[in-house]
């Protein structure tokens, strides 16, 4: 074993299922996590730092088909499905997904854990966490570091000033923003223009995202400001 804690997050429902992985992986020296819903699951491996994912495929909100692909999009980060599924076709298009490896219930653990050591092995530790901690609402998915924002792996022609604005709306989604505040954290305290450069900004964001790809993401709350939704 890698002296190196790597923490794993396991992606499944039934609770009883999850706690003894859980137990076993530590007894082993892993730090680990669970998650019982798909779309959490893939919040959470966006925005944290886990160096291996077990991963179910039935689950609630997102199936653990498409969580593995919407991963994909963004990092390398070892993933192996844990699943009672286990019909060929479906180990096919787990794999065909980018999942590392396919083990179906019921398992020994001493199995699992070489599977792991193989999918670790096949990693460099930099490609464990999630690349860039890019941020994504729907198919829109943000890069901060690169200044680039992409819907359905499209990239997204931005000013400098839209890309800020953009950022910080979806840093704050569901916060309805009213526009003073939006002025004052992307223009800055001492902008002195027009106060409408706001809604302006937000009509050139609908025309580049909302309107092109026939899904709305910025909505107005009348008489208050800004919003981006889910």
């Known amino acids: 074993m890698t002296t190196e804690i790597i923490k794993i997050l396991i992606v499944e429902d039934e609770w009883k299922i999850a706690r003894f992985l ?11 996590a669970i998650e019982a819903n798909g779309q959490r699951a893939l919040e959470r491996i966006i925005q944290e730092a886990f160096g291996l994912v077990l991963l179910d495929v039935m689950l609630p909100e997102m199936n653990g088909i498409e969580v593995c692909k919407r991963v994909r999009e963004l990092s390398e980060i070892p993933i192996i499905m844990v699943t009672a ?3 060929i076709e479906d180990k096919v298009v787990g794999l065909d997904t980018g999942a590392d490896d396919y083990l179906t219930k019921p398992f020994a653990i001493q199995e699992l854990l070489a599977r792991i ?35 359905a792996e499209e990239l997204i ?50 025309s580049k995202i909302d309107e092109r790809f026939g899904e709305k993401y910025i909505h107005t709350v009348r008489g208050v400001g800004y919003v981006v939704k889910d």
């Open 22 to 32: 859980q137990m076993e992986l530590e007894h082993e020296g892993f730090k680990t």
């Open 85 to 87: 599924k286990d019909e």
């Open 117 to 151: 050591r193989a999918a670790l092995r096949k990693h460099k530790p930099a490609a464990a966490p999630c690349v860039e901690n890019a941020l994504r609402i729907k198919n829109l998915v943000l890069f901060p570091s690169r200044y680039q924002a992409k819907v």
């Open 157 to 206: 022609d931005l000013t400098k000033k839209e890309y800020d604005l953009l950022e910080y709306l979806v840093r704050n989604k569901h916060v309805v923003l009213d526009r003073q505040h939006i002025l004052q954290k992307v223009w800055g305290y001492e902008y002195l223009g027009d106060t409408n450069v706001v809604d302006v900004y937000i009509r050139y964001l609908r």
